[in-house]
Every structure is written in structure tokens, then in C-alpha cells.
Nanobody, 124 residues
């Protein structure tokens, strides 16, 4: 199975940018559709962005469309989430997740493999 590890979180002011990275090991990343999810305190984990195995399809949550960009480098076994124009409501723990399906879905139960998460805090 694949192991996932996120990095790149931190504290940023509203309007700023962060780039999250997800490193995969154990299996070739190209075998998995990938997603980013987030969970704020007291809230359920929610879908943020996804990317198909080849990168040809990239669904986004409405709340991040136009501000976040997901990408992947299968040769390097890496997935990224570029976050621009950050808002305080983007504050959450961000998780990288892997799905055995070819296309990334917004359904959390479709994702079998999860990282430990990285904290993103956006100050106003």
C-alpha cells in the first residue's frame, strides 16, 4: 500500500499563499487518483481538490475554485496544492489522500489511504 506524508503547512496572513506537498512512498503514485481534504476544529472533514491518475481531471470544491490548484508529478511521486488568496475560513488541518479509482471523486469514502495532515492557519 502507499504511504503519504504532507508538508508545507504554516501560519499565513489573509491574502497570502502556501504550497502544500504530499510525498508518496511504498507504491507508484500513478496507480492512484489523489485528493486533498481539510478538517477545521469541530467540523467534518471536507473535500478540497482532486486529481485523476494522469492529471487530466481536477475537481475542486466551490469554496476554493479559482484560488487553489492541485497538481501532481508522478515521476517524483508528489502531489501539490497551491493555495492563493487565502482566507481565515481556510484554516484547517489539510490531508492528502489516495484513491484506487482512476478519477478523483469528492466522496471521502472513496479514499483508502491518508496522510497525517498538516496545519494551515490563516490570520485576519
Amino acid at each position: 500500500q502507499v504511504q503519504l506524508e504532507e508538508s508545507g503547512g504554516g501560519l499565513v496572513q489573509a491574502g497570502g499563499s502556501l504550497r502544500l506537498s504530499c510525498a508518496a512512498s511504498g507504491r507508484t503514485l500513478s496507480n492512484y487518483a489523489m485528493g486533498w481534504f481539510r478538517q477545521a476544529p469541530g467540523q467534518t472533514r471536507e473535500f478540497v481538490a482532486g486529481i485523476s491518475r494522469t492529471g487530466s481531471s481536477t475537481p475542486y470544491a466551490d469554496s476554493v475554485k479559482g484560488r487553489f490548484t492541485i497538481s501532481r508529478d508522478n515521476a517524483e511521486n508528489m502531489v501539490y496544492l497551491q493555495m492563493n488568496s487565502l482566507k481565515p475560513e481556510d484554516t484547517a488541518v489539510y490531508y492528502c489522500a489516495g484513491s484506487v479509482y482512476r478519477i478523483a471523486t469528492m466522496t471521502i469514502t472513496d479514499y483508502r489511504y491518508w496522510g497525517q495532515g498538516t496545519q494551515v492557519t490563516v490570520s485576519s
